[in-house]
Each structure stands twice: as structure tokens, then as C-alpha cells.
């Protein structure tokens, strides 16, 4: 499958000289010039405050179009161990990878259902390997590929037995490399290894809509609920714990929940997607703060400087807060 290895389109970047930027980014032990940190905020407490200072865009890029570097409608994210951004550009059926500053390092992927292609492209993560993890929303099957853009194998396929799907969106993996699905159309998250094999299911009565979801390193799991405007708590096996949230513009409300990401210390950051903002909690569903404007937050992810990435599907471009 043709890789598409460089392209250059417009990119744009913020200056952020307040003194607050200067202060966190050597709380973080990283040189005031952006050297690279080389460690993980100290503690919980470090991460917090973090968050709590967020709210300046950093970054953008994208702009609207199928030119390659362009997009359209994108929504799920991820990153890859050396802050490459895997992009769900569904609007186009193909998935794009671009480096930090922008620049495209690959894309693959056309309209259709054969392998490769695909029918809508929802949520993207990443499996053990550096792999690629694809749900697609109408051909209803996970695809799998290499981290070039090769494909590797697929599973699932209409249904609601175990092992088929009924409009997946969000994908996340856990530490032992096990792939979690959220089974939108079944009202259920499904569970699988990287092979495809079928692992187990849950829901709750209390889960109407799955939308996307994260693993933190403790193995909860982290979903969001569209049509509640909730988010849900389960533990490793699918017990739920509990929820947050409700219908509403105010401070730790929702108006249909997106993307969610987790940080290593289980904070949870949740795209509030029609609020047009990001909000953060801890991860007892605590709020701590929320920051963007201008926005339709679809999907986010973290980078390793404590950088925020996040789809913007309204103005079809990426924003790194």
C-alpha cells in the first residue's frame, strides 16, 4: 500500500511567552528554550497544576480539503511513542500520521470495504507493537496494520454475538496489549486480543451510547456516553463503579461527550464536544478545569511534554494545547 512519506501544507504556531508557560515548563524540568522533558510530571499534584494553566492554543494544523495534510470531519487520535499523531480522518475514509509540527509522515487508506479500505473511520489507537487500530462505523469491523500503514488483519463484521459490531467508534488498549471496543450500536464495550480473538463483554444499565474510551495503567476503564451526557467508570472486568457528569454548559456538565484520555496518574480529560471545550477531572470524577474555545472536540490524546492533542471536526484541523 503507497505511503505517503512527506507533504508540506500550512501550518501555524502561538507564541506563549507569559510568565506562567515559563514557570510550568521548568516545573516540568524542561529548558526554557522547549528542550525536551525527560521525565513524567512529579507527582499527581504537578499534573494538576498542569491542567490547571492549560487553555492557550500551542499549535494548530489542517485545513479543510482531501489534499493530503488536509481533512475532513477528523476524529479519533492517538499518539505514538515519539509524538506522532495517528488521525482518524473520517470525512476522507483514510487514516493520516503527521509529526508534531504538522508534517504529514504518512497516509493510507480510500473509501470502500475491502481490506484497507474503509467506511467511515471512527476511533484509532495503538497496539503493543506500534500497530495501528482502526473502527469503522458502517463496514462494522475493527482493521488492524503495521505502523507503515499495512494491513494486517480484521475482525468483527454486523451483528450483536459476540465478536460482531454494530457501529463501532471508540478504541483504547490496556497495558497487556487487549483491545477494548465500544460496541456503540449494542450498547456495550467488547474486549479483544490483538489477534481478534474474543476476550469478553460488558455494559451496564445505565450505558446508553458508548462513544470513546480510555484504559489508565490501573486497568479502569473510562467511557463516554453521548446520549447522557455521562461518563462511566468500570474496572478491569467491566464492573461499573460509577458516572459523572450531566446535561449542561456548566463547570463538570457535558453536552454529548467524545473523546476521553487518561494520564498516567488516571487524571481524565474529556472532549466536551458540543460545549466546544476540554474539560479535566480527576480520576474520581472530580472537575478540575476545562480550557478551549472555537472548537468541536471530537478526539485527544496526550504527548510527552504534557502537551494536550485534540480533533477540532468543526474547523477540520488538529490543536495541541
Given at each position: 500500500m503507497d505511503i505517503v512519506v512527506e507533504a508540506i501544507f500550512n501550518f501555524f504556531t502561538i507564541a506563549d511567552t507569559e510568565v506562567i508557560s515559563?514557570?510550568?515548563?521548568?516545573?516540568?524540568?524542561?529548558?526554557p528554550d522547549g528542550g525536551p522533558r525527560t521525565s513524567a510530571p512529579a507527582d499527581r499534584t504537578d499534573a494538576l497544576w498542569g491542567y490547571r494553566n492549560k487553555g492557550k492554543v500551542k499549535k494548530y494544523f489542517g485545513t479543510s480539503g482531501k489534499a493530503v495534510g488536509q481533512m475532513y470531519d477528523p476524529l479519533g487520535i492517538c499518539s505514538t511513542a515519539c509524538d506522532d499523531l495517528v488521525v482518524a480522518d473520517r470525512g476522507n475514509h483514510r487514516i493520516q500520521i503527521f509529526d508534531v509540527n504538522g508534517r504529514v509522515k504518512g497516509c493510507f487508506g480510500s473509501e470502500g470495504?475491502?481490506?484497507?479500505q474503509f467506511d467511515y473511520v471512527q476511533g484509532v489507537c495503538l497496539t503493543s507493537r506500534g500497530g495501528i487500530v482502526a473502527s469503522e462505523l458502517l463496514n462494522h469491523r475493527i482493521q488492524i496494520f503495521d505502523e507503515h500503514g499495512r494491513f494486517v488483519r480484521e475482525f468483527g463484521g454486523e451483528g450483536s454475538g459476540d465478536r460482531e459490531l454494530n457501529c463501532p467508534i471508540g478504541v483504547a488498549t490496556d497495558e497487556s496489549g487487549l483491545i477494548y471496543v465500544c460496541d456503540t450500536g449494542n450498547q456495550r464495550i467488547q474486549v479483544f486480543s490483538e489477534e481478534g480473538k474474543f476476550v469478553r463483554k460488558f455494559a451496564s444499565e445505565g450505558l446508553a451510547r458508548p462513544n470513546y474510551l480510555s484504559v489508565t495503567p490501573?486497568?479502569?476503564?473510562?467511557?463516554?456516553?453521548?446520549?447522557?451526557?455521562?461518563v462511566h467508570v468500570f474496572d478491569s472486568q467491566g464492573r461499573h463503579l460509577f458516572q459523572f457528569g450531566t446535561k449542561g454548559a456548566n463547570e463538570g456538565q457535558f453536552e454529548e461527550p467524545s473523546g476521553v484520555a487518561t494520564d498516567d496518574h488516571g487524571n481524565i480529560i474529556v472532549c466536551d464536544?458540543?460545549?466546544?471545550?476540554?474539560?479535566?477531572?480527576?480520576?474520581?470524577?472530580e472537575f478540575v478545569t476545562c480550557f478551549?474555545?472555537?472548537l468541536k472536540?471530537?478526539?485527544v490524546c496526550l504527548l510527552s511534554g504534557g502537551q494536550i492533542a485534540v480533533t477540532d471536526s468543526g474547523n477540520d484541523r488538529v490543536q495541541i494545547f
Amino acid at each position: 500500500m503507497d505511503i505517503v512519506v512527506e507533504a508540506i501544507f500550512n501550518f501555524f504556531t502561538i507564541a506563549d511567552t507569559e510568565v506562567i508557560s515559563l514557570a510550568w515548563e521548568l516545573m516540568k524540568n524542561q529548558e526554557p528554550d522547549g528542550g525536551p522533558r525527560t521525565s513524567a510530571p512529579a507527582d499527581r499534584t504537578d499534573a494538576l497544576w498542569g491542567y490547571r494553566n492549560k487553555g492557550k492554543v500551542k499549535k494548530y494544523f489542517g485545513t479543510s480539503g482531501k489534499a493530503v495534510g488536509q481533512m475532513y470531519d477528523p476524529l479519533g487520535i492517538c499518539s505514538t511513542a515519539c509524538d506522532d499523531l495517528v488521525v482518524a480522518d473520517r470525512g476522507n475514509h483514510r487514516i493520516q500520521i503527521f509529526d508534531v509540527n504538522g508534517r504529514v509522515k504518512g497516509c493510507f487508506g480510500s473509501e470502500g470495504t475491502a481490506e484497507g479500505q474503509f467506511d467511515y473511520v471512527q476511533g484509532v489507537c495503538l497496539t503493543s507493537r506500534g500497530g495501528i487500530v482502526a473502527s469503522e462505523l458502517l463496514n462494522h469491523r475493527i482493521q488492524i496494520f503495521d505502523e507503515h500503514g499495512r494491513f494486517v488483519r480484521e475482525f468483527g463484521g454486523e451483528g450483536s454475538g459476540d465478536r460482531e459490531l454494530n457501529c463501532p467508534i471508540g478504541v483504547a488498549t490496556d497495558e497487556s496489549g487487549l483491545i477494548y471496543v465500544c460496541d456503540t450500536g449494542n450498547q456495550r464495550i467488547q474486549v479483544f486480543s490483538e489477534e481478534g480473538k474474543f476476550v469478553r463483554k460488558f455494559a451496564s444499565e445505565g450505558l446508553a451510547r458508548p462513544n470513546y474510551l480510555s484504559v489508565t495503567p490501573n486497568g479502569r476503564v473510562i467511557v463516554s456516553d453521548l446520549r447522557i451526557h455521562k461518563v462511566h467508570v468500570f474496572d478491569s472486568q467491566g464492573r461499573h463503579l460509577f458516572q459523572f457528569g450531566t446535561k449542561g454548559a456548566n463547570e463538570g456538565q457535558f453536552e454529548e461527550p467524545s473523546g476521553v484520555a487518561t494520564d498516567d496518574h488516571g487524571n481524565i480529560i474529556v472532549c466536551d464536544s458540543d460545549n466546544g471545550r476540554v474539560q479535566v477531572f480527576t480520576s474520581d470524577g472530580e472537575f478540575v478545569t476545562c480550557f478551549g474555545s472555537d472548537l468541536k472536540p471530537e478526539g485527544v490524546c496526550l504527548l510527552s511534554g504534557g502537551q494536550i492533542a485534540v480533533t477540532d471536526s468543526g474547523n477540520d484541523r488538529v490543536q495541541i494545547f
